[in-house]
């Protein structure tokens, strides 16, 4: 039962240009999202974040959109570089510190 | 260092094997998450601390799986009489109290069961 949800398991983006990575999710409860950055042989790093009661959170390059009645999210990265060639997951969760939910990530290349 | 750290990085296991898994979050970090995460999938939530007490166990696929903090620093994942399906990458997250959704990941242990 996948609560969180990424359809795009891979995106390719040139350089320069705008990678948009999206997520949805399927329980109301969930009040605060999370991005996350994984390299390979790596653990997944933190991003940015957005709790429920925004809508866009935006920190350098990167701004996260949530859309609560469609129970959707995007990463937008402007502009791409080809050091974000990464996999990117998504996370939600209930309350602060609590369960954290995954996506299956996407993995984005971005090509120079 | 300044980060979690995990060991090993790679166990292998035979099938019907104990082992036994370590994470060492960064220091003051008040909760610590374990994950399992599948080929190709996201992490899995499998159990949550803060400081020693276990406040949340309900994602450990077995009882064969058993966590422990019993200092609320250090933390061993044990998995009993390992299945093949045991194999993953277990990741190991904590969270500064003040900053609670951000958490650190170390960089995992995979485990094979052959």
């Known amino acids: 039962d996948q609560q969180v949800k990424q359809n795009s398991p891979s995106l390719s983006v040139q350089e320069g240009r705008i990678s948009i990575l999206n997520c949805d999710y399927t329980n109301s409860m969930f009040d605060y999202f999370l991005w996350y950055k994984k390299y390979p042989a790596e653990g997944p790093t933190f991003l940015i974040s957005i709790s429920s009661i925004k809508d866009k959170n935006e920190d350098g390059r990167f701004t996260v959109f949530l859309n609560k009645s469609a129970k959707h999210l995007s990463l937008h990265i402007v502009p791409s570089q080809p050091g974000d060639s990464a996999v990117y997951f998504c996370?939600?969760?209930?309350?602060?510190?609590?369960?954290?939910?995954f996506g299956t990530g996407t993995s984005l290349t971005v090509i120079p | 260092g300044a980060g979690v750290s995990q060991s090993p990085r790679y166990k292998v296991a035979k099938r019907g094997q104990d082992v036994a898994l370590r994470c060492d979050p960064i220091s003051g970090h008040v909760s610590l998450f374990w994950y399992q995460q599948a080929l190709g999938q996201g992490p899995e939530f499998l159990t949550y601390?803060?400081?020693?007490?276990?406040?949340?166990k309900s994602g450990l696929p077995s009882d064969r799986f058993f966590a422990e903090r019993p200092e609320g620093s250090v933390s061993t994942l044990k998995i009993q009489r390992t299945q093949q399906e045991d194999s993953a990458v277990y990741l190991c997250?904590?969270?500064?109290?003040?900053?609670?959704?951000?958490?650190?990941f170390g960089p995992g242990t995979r485990l094979t069961v052959l």
């Open positions: 997250a904590s969270i500064l109290s003040n900053s609670p959704n951000e958490q650190f």
């Open positions: 601390f803060q400081n020693e007490a276990q406040l949340d």
């Open positions: 996370a939600a969760s209930r309350a602060a510190g609590n369960q954290f939910y």
